[in-house]
């Protein structure tokens, strides 16, 4: 079959209905663009490169799919195949093979439910033995066999005249690595193979220079707009707004009441007034990293907050494990924790609130600490209970960030990093510095008991915009010191400082 348009469906058919959103969204056209060539285009291949453009931010709509039902053609980006029954192992390879072959071509259409009848292709209404195919099962599918996994959107199209539903896959052209098959299926995949589109079209293994050569310069340039974006982004200070997961600021925020219930049984052996209890206030922090898959054991994620641990950026890091007996981590029902606030026969206890911590980890990548104020423990400095250094909001929660991205790179599917920090004790404190390096007054105070702030980020956005991220997160707390402004350069600055280990 053809796979362009003819001049006569430019008008009337399907040509012309089709392209005219496509053209509404992506802006003029380029005088220069003669209009009769425009109709000559592929015009799955310009749909599919206006949806590559828009790197997943622009979805398609349903009206721009259906032609791929109503004039149905097989070509380079477009598969057409017969119904498949997804429980069944070869009708995943088969799909997992056209989707790699997709992937490396740059991306295209999966529609089901096409019977080739030789001269053209043919609607046919989902036999009843053949379960619903769902985004889930055409996504397990993939990652059953493609190696790096990527994400597929499904919709679900009408046929304009047989009215029969059709799951039409829309494959990502965006990958910057060649995509292969990570195992056999008899007669279908072979392991370790990489499959691209071929004219046929068909899917077949790359064979010679020319084929490799074009398959390795669509990832560069997939790879090298990705980086362009990074760095924009990073000169501008721009933050892409990161998912809004539903309930997951809620359930840290269970999780975080419920750690901070733990910590309050801890120290009910202590005195009243024992600074490992925090009279004069403290600062909590909770992370989770959303969609992780949960560790298999303790065992294992005592493995990964090691593994976590390697990085170390100041002399008494966040979630440290001590050696001192009493004070190492040990399990608690599904947690680990520790406790550096416990009195031990051999040690004194710590008389320093800044060197008690206390913190919790769970196996579904939930993370929590409490610690009292340094500045509490400066005597000699500033009157304990008075004074809140304006650097060391940046160092804290910045350090707590970066352990959790670290700890999210030992976890899969992790789709953002949920953070909560709550301040307590603020009331009449003054914003400080303790080491004199900045010019501050001691003139502004805050008037509020405590302040929680919460943000969620991607792991993307923590390596490439973490100032960003903290300017944001921590501006709240900030302005309670009498509208204190958080300059942008103090928290970029403080940063580097963290993240040179010069503390």
């Not at 399990?331 to 416990?342: C, K, L, T, Y």
Request: charged share 25%; net charge negative; with cysteine.
């Amino acid at each position: 079959m053809s796979d362009r348009l003819r001049e006569d469906e430019a008008v009337t058919g399907i040509g012309a209905w089709n392209i005219a959103p496509l053209l509404a969204r992506s802006g003029p056209v380029d005088p220069h663009i003669d209009r009769q060539h425009l109709i000559g285009v592929e015009i799955k291949q310009w749909f599919l490169y206006m949806y590559a453009l828009s790197k997943g931010a622009c979805m398609p709509r349903i009206e721009e799919l259906q032609p791929l039902l109503g004039e149905p053609r097989e070509d380079m980006a477009a598969e057409y195949k017969t119904w498949l029954d997804l429980t069944i192992n070869d009708h995943k390879a088969v799909l997992a093979k056209a989707a790699i072959a997709l992937a490396n071509h740059g991306g295209g259409f999966i529609i089901i439910g096409f019977d080739d009848h030789g001269h053209r292709l043919g609607s046919v209404v989902r036999p009843e033995n053949v379960p619903e195919i769902s985004q889930d099962a055409v996504n397990a599918a993939i990652h059953r066999f493609a190696t790096p996994e990527f994400h597929c959107e499904l919709y679900n199209v009408v046929h304009p005249t047989t009215q029969a539903v059709h799951p039409v896959i829309v494959i990502p052209g965006n990958l910057t690595e060649p995509v292969m098959s990570k195992r056999d299926c008899a007669n279908i995949i072979a392991q370790n193979r990489c499959y691209i589109r071929k004219p046929g079209p068909r899917s077949e293994e790359p064979h010679g220079a020319e084929e490799w050569r074009l398959l390795l310069r669509r990832c560069v340039l997939a790879g090298r707009e990705e980086m362009l974006e990074a760095i924009r982004s990073i000169v501008s200070g721009r933050i892409e707004a990161a998912p809004n997961i539903p309930n997951a600021g809620d359930d840290l925020r269970a999780f975080r009441v419920a750690s901070h219930g733990r910590w309050s049984e801890l120290v009910e052996v202590l005195p009243e007034n024992a600074p490992a209890r925090f009279p004069l206030g403290h600062y909590e922090m909770a992370f989770s990293l959303v969609g992780a898959q949960p560790a298999a054991s303790l065992v294992e994620l005592q493995r990964r907050l090691e593994q976590a641990r390697r990085v170390r950026l100041t002399g008494w890091s966040v979630f440290l494990d001590m050696i001192t007996p009493g004070w190492t981590p040990y399990p608690h029902e599904d947690f680990i924790e520790a406790w550096v606030g416990r009195p031990i026969e051999r040690e004194r206890a710590h008389n320093d609130p800044a060197h008690a911590d206390f913190w919790r980890a769970s196996r579904e990548g939930r993370l929590y600490t409490i610690r009292g104020y340094t500045e509490d423990g400066y005597a000699d400095r500033v009157q304990p209970g008075v004074s809140i250094d304006v650097t060391l909001p940046i160092w804290r929660v910045g350090e707590g960030i970066l352990f959790a991205a670290r700890l999210a790179e030992t976890y899969e599917d992790v789709e953002a990093i949920a953070i909560e920090c709550r301040f307590t004790g603020l009331n009449n404190r003054f914003l400080t510095s303790l080491n004199r390096e900045r010019a501050m007054f001691d003139n502004r105070v805050s008037h509020t008991p405590e302040i929680t702030v919460t943000a969620q980020a991607t792991l993307d956005q923590v390596r490439d915009n973490l100032a960003e991220i903290l300017h944001q997160l921590l501006t709240p707390l900030y302005e309670r010191f009498d509208f204190f402004p958080l300059a942008a350069d103090l928290v970029d600055s403080e940063l580097d400082r963290l993240r040179g280990g010069r503390f």
